[in-house]
């Protein structure tokens, strides 16, 4: 069983950037691929970045891609999140995931343990 950890949120003005970090225990993630997933108040969630298990492929939801990067350190069982030109659309509960493959799959049903969330808010 892993435990995925989420940190970095954050209040944020529009424009700035944050960078949410996920560490796991329990596991080594380097054969699986992680994702990224986020929840608006009153949204369903939403896939926002995946990276698979060797980090040489990435996949993104068509709104972040050019502002977010997805990156992992598999020596330290962490994965990140670099956000940029933040939006307020941006803000949400980002839920970090990992995937039952190693293939960056931005389907929620593929993703099998999954942290508890980080609250991130950008102002206007």
């Known amino acids: 069983q892993v435990q995925l950890v989420e940190s970095g949120g954050g209040l944020v003005q529009a424009g700035g950037s944050l960078r949410l970090s996920c560490a796991a225990s329990g596991r080594t993630l380097d054969t699986y691929a992680m994702g990224w997933f986020r929840q608006a108040p009153g949204k369903d969630r939403e896939f926002v970045a995946a990276?698979?298990?060797?980090?040489?492929?990435?996949n993104y939801v068509p709104s972040v891609k050019g502002r977010f990067t997805i990156s992992r350190d598999n020596a330290k069982n962490t994965v990140y999140l670099q956000m940029n030109s933040l939006k307020p659309e941006d803000t949400a509960v980002y839920y970090c995931?990992?995937?039952?493959?190693?293939?960056?799959?931005?389907?929620?049903?593929?993703?099998?343990?999954w942290g508890q969330g980080t609250q991130v808010t950008v102002s206007t």
């Open positions: 990276i698979s298990g060797s980090g040489s492929f990435t």
């Open positions: 995931a990992k995937d039952r493959n190693s293939l960056a799959s931005s389907r929620e049903v593929n993703y099998d343990s």
